[in-house]
């Protein structure tokens, strides 16, 4: 009984899988004058029925409709081991930040000649990270200290930073004298508003100081090769010389901040 229920479950996914795009179909589900559907994401994208050619109708197909609303969707990552399955309202979201979801090293996007052919699942990254470029990952504990060098001269450096059980990658480019400064939030792109960093310089005796604070930046923005340097933050070598220390080198502190939900 338990097989044929699930063969049952099987044949309505099948049904409502869009033609066009092989993502399952939620309402509204378009339907053609032959008797074909698409899904909302593609209906826009055509004039008429890919299938048949035909007319779409102004009515959708109903029954397919309450169907959907009926059943329970699995995670499109299944097949890399997601187990869950959502209502129909609930899947996409999931989706977004399922742990199952197919990901390249990280290390791979920084610019680097370092190349590094990992692939895995969202959720390994980190162990991925830990174990195969563990010179690059640091521990976060609440606030992070950098020294930077004594000289002003050009500097590219990045670390992966955990904190709040998610992966950070913050940067440092010095450049014609001027430091660029970026936190990228290594996760799913609709969680990166979430986080913010500040980056303070004071004097040994805390009597001057610079504090800045910027929001983290999504992973996904690095491909874009103008995002440096206008998603970075900004600081000028000159107006930091004086918060030097006595061997010349400068402190700067990093603290990473999250919003409440
Ligand atoms: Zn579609
Ligand atoms: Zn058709
Ligand atoms: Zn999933
Ligand atoms: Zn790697």
Same mark, same amino acid.
């Given at each position: 009984m338990q097989t044929a229920a699930s063969d049952i479950c099987k044949s309505v996914l099948r049904e409502l899988?869009? #033609? %066009?795009?092989?993502q399952y179909m939620v309402p509204p589900i378009a339907l053609c004058l032959g008797g074909h559907n698409i899904c909302s994401n593609c209906r826009p994208t055509v004039?008429?029925? #890919? &299938?048949?050619k035909q007319e779409f109708l102004q009515t959708g197909n109903i029954s397919l409709e309450n169907l959907s609303l009926q059943i329970k969707f699995p995670c499109r990552y299944s097949n890399y081991g997601c187990q869950d399955t959502f209502p129909y309202n609930g899947f996409r979201e999931h989706e977004a930040i399922c742990g199952y979801s197919p990901q390249t090293c #990280?290390?791979?996007?920084?610019? /680097?000649k370092m190349v590094c052919t990992w692939t895995g699942i969202s959720k390994d990254v980190k162990e991925h990270l830990h174990t195969a470029h563990k010179e690059l990952c640091e521990d976060y504990n609440a606030q992070h200290l950098l020294l930077l060098p004594?000289? !002003?001269d050009s500097l590219y450096t990045y670390k992966f930073l955990f904190a709040f059980n998610e992966i950070f990658c913050f940067r440092l480019i010095i450049q014609c004298g001027v430091m660029y400064f970026v936190l990228h939030y290594?996760? %799913? %792109?609709? !969680?990166? /508003?979430k986080y913010q960093y500040k980056i303070m310089v004071s004097d040994n005796e805390d009597t001057e100081s610079v504090v800045v604070t910027h929001l983290a930046r999504s992973? &996904?923005?690095?491909?874009?090769?103008?995002f440096f340097p206008k998603n970075c933050l900004k600081l000028h070598c000159d107006h930091l010389e004086?918060?030097?220390n006595k061997k010349g080198k400068l402190p700067v502190l990093l603290k990473i901040l999250r919003f409440d939900d």
């Open positions: 899988q869009c #033609p %066009a795009c092989k004039s008429s029925c #890919p &299938t048949c #990280p290390v791979d996007y920084m610019w /680097l004594r000289s !002003n290594i996760g %799913a %792109a609709k !969680n990166d /508003l992973f &996904t923005g690095i491909e874009d090769q103008s004086r918060f030097k």
